[in-house]
């Protein structure tokens, strides 16, 4: 049985999600998918970053105690080599999952830059490259013959990128709309239920949905990454953040909720791409009040989903959890049996 190597950037929340699966599941996984996985390197801010080709020990890795870092450890130092590591390493995957940085994507879109130019497939859930330097990174990838995979860059695990290329190939795709953020969909919820939007964001907070600063949920501008990458990667469109409209949910009031409500409508923030007649994609971050036959106005609490109008079967939506640790993990893990199938089919082919 043939094994993938990974490489950590990043051992936060979902890439320690992916090496708790790895550890705990990984026989398992083994027989399900037939592929090996280990991992192999790791990088943090607060960890350092650790480097063993023979395969790290993650049970110890695990134990370690607070504040400790990988100093201590065979192959460790206290600092993180990001570069060094993704360029040295002997993983063939590396698994991006550092902060999304909304003005320019960095240091991530080094970070996948250096992998795979450096010979080695990435997958990631990180925004950040895919909707600022998507056509770029997937070029060099192709160049080298490695694979830039990001499923859960825009509905964490619920697979809306494989599912319009794969499930819906054949189709002529028109256009693409979504509830694409948890936190702002829990939010005009909770205002339907008479909560003030103050409230209702602290209460998104409490749960663990919205961050400290919730501006990217509640303004938009996280679904107008996500709209970016679903009209490039769907429909072709080579558009930047510049060219989707945006606005956010902050100006809506209970007053207009109430209206909604009267007219058989329930307000969503709506990220949308739309090909005209004339070939052109037009993109928009908005709130919308949509009747409730819509098949997104259903949709509630911190559920996204997509809807795709295509030539043969009218609307297809898919819906499903667009955050969570666990969830965005086997976003990744869809990326690697993903990229996994690629190289098995290269392979095929060269004989």
């Known amino acids: 049985m043939h094994r993938h190597d990974l490489a950590l950037i990043g051992f936060g929340g979902v890439n320690r999600a992916l090496a708790e ?77 550092t902060f999304t940085n909304p003005v320019d994507g960095e240091p991530a879109v080094s970070h996948v830059r250096a992998a795979l130019e450096s010979g080695k497939s990435v997958t990631t859930t990180n925004k950040g490259p895919v909707a600022l330097a998507g056509a770029e990174l997937h070029r060099i990838a192709a160049d080298h013959g490695v694979r830039f995979a990001h499923e859960g860059a825009v509905m964490s695990g619920t697979p809306v990128l494989r599912f319009a290329s794969d499930m819906l190939r054949g189709t002529r795709i028109s256009g693409v709309e979504g509830i694409l953020n948890g936190t702002s969909n829990f939010v005009l919820g909770r205002m339907e239920a008479g909560a003030t939007l103050a409230d209702a964001v602290a209460e998104a907070q409490a749960l663990g949905y919205a961050e400290a600063d919730p501006s990217a949920d509640i303004e938009g501008s996280d679904v107008q990454l996500k709209v970016v990458i679903l009209a490039n990667e769907i429909l072709g469109a080579g558009i930047t953040t510049a060219d989707v409209v945006r606005r956010g949910i902050s100006a809506i009031t209970p007053e207009d909720i109430a209206t909604a409500a009267a007219e058989g409508r329930r307000w969503k ?61 086997y976003a990744l893990l869809s990326d690697i049996i993903a990229i996994d199938a690629h190289q098995r089919a290269l392979a095929e082919t060269a004989r």
């Open 21 to 97: 699966i790895v550890h705990t599941r990984g026989t398992a996984l083994a027989d399900d998918l037939g592929f090996e996985l280990r991992v192999v390197a790791i990088t943090d801010l607060r960890l350092g970053s650790l480097m063993r080709a023979d395969g790290i020990d993650l049970g110890a890795v695990f134990a370690m105690p607070e504040g400790a870092t990988f100093a201590g450890m065979p192959g460790g130092a206290a600092v993180p080599q990001n570069d060094f590591i993704i360029r040295n390493t002997t993983a063939d995957i590396v698994v991006e999952a």
């Open 269 to 329: 923030l709506i990220g949308s791409a739309t090909r005209t007649a004339d070939g052109e994609v037009v993109a928009s971050v908005e709130p919308v009040a949509l009747p409730l036959a819509h098949p997104l106005a259903g949709v509630s609490g911190a559920t996204n989903a997509v809807s795709f109008d295509t030539d043969m079967l009218g609307a297809v939506t898919v819906s499903g959890p667009g955050a969570g640790r666990i969830e965005t993990a």
